[in-house]
């Protein structure tokens, strides 16, 4: 009998490790979740840099404007044309400010394809951002322009 419930304990014991890693990830990834978003903003990412919803690149002429004192969810969305390069091809945003506050998207890619960022616009006093990806990819090149105001 004791083998029998020694058995069991051990496939009990697998099944529960087994489930933790499956749901481990999406807790931690949920931290963007403890603040509702009040704006929701997407910005597609391409080897070509950000882009906003005309496809026309952010940068200092064209920079994101975000309202001050509201919670803001920036939504990065994977938007490489398929091709065999871009298969392959992966992003990770990083905003900073001035003063060293920084925050970090998930990976996006073919598979995977939208992260998101979630911040307070304008705590501490902060007036600007900027965003750039910190994958070595193949659009490096353009992926180090996203500056955001905070209006």
């Given at each position: 009998m004791?083998r029998?419930?020694?058995?069991?304990?051990?496939?009990?014991?697998t099944?529960?490790?087994?489930?933790?890693?499956?749901?481990?990830?999406?807790?931690?990834?949920?931290?963007?979740?403890?603040?509702?978003?009040?704006?929701?903003?997407?910005?597609?990412?391409?080897?070509?840099?950000?882009?906003d919803?005309?496809?026309?690149?952010?940068?200092?002429?064209?920079?994101?404007?975000?309202?001050?004192?509201k919670?803001?969810?920036?939504?990065?969305?994977?938007?490489?044309?398929?091709?065999?390069?871009?298969?392959?091809?992966?992003?990770?945003?990083?905003i900073?400010?001035?003063d060293?506050w920084?925050?970090?998207s998930?990976?996006?890619?073919?598979?995977?394809?939208?992260?998101?960022?979630?911040?307070?616009?304008g705590?501490?006093?902060?007036?600007?951002?900027r965003?750039?990806?910190?994958?070595?990819?193949i659009?490096?090149?353009?992926l180090?322009?996203?500056?955001?105001?905070?209006?």
């Amino acid at each position: 009998m004791q083998r029998l419930l020694s058995k069991w304990s051990a496939v009990g014991t697998t099944l529960l490790f087994c489930v933790s890693l499956i749901f481990t990830p999406a807790v931690l990834a949920s931290k963007e979740g403890a603040a509702p978003a009040e704006v929701e903003i997407t910005v597609k990412v391409s080897q070509q840099g950000f882009l906003d919803h005309r496809n026309k690149p952010f940068g200092p002429k064209n920079p994101l404007n975000i309202p001050k004192g509201k919670v803001v969810r920036i939504t990065f969305e994977f938007s490489e044309k398929v091709t065999s390069l871009a298969y392959g091809d992966t992003h990770q945003v990083s905003i900073i400010s001035k003063d060293g506050w920084e925050q970090e998207s998930k990976k996006i890619w073919m598979w995977d394809q939208t992260a998101s960022v979630t911040f307070l616009a304008g705590e501490e006093g902060r007036t600007s951002y900027r965003g750039f990806c910190i994958v070595d990819c193949i659009g490096m090149d353009h992926l180090n322009n996203l500056v955001i105001h905070v209006v």
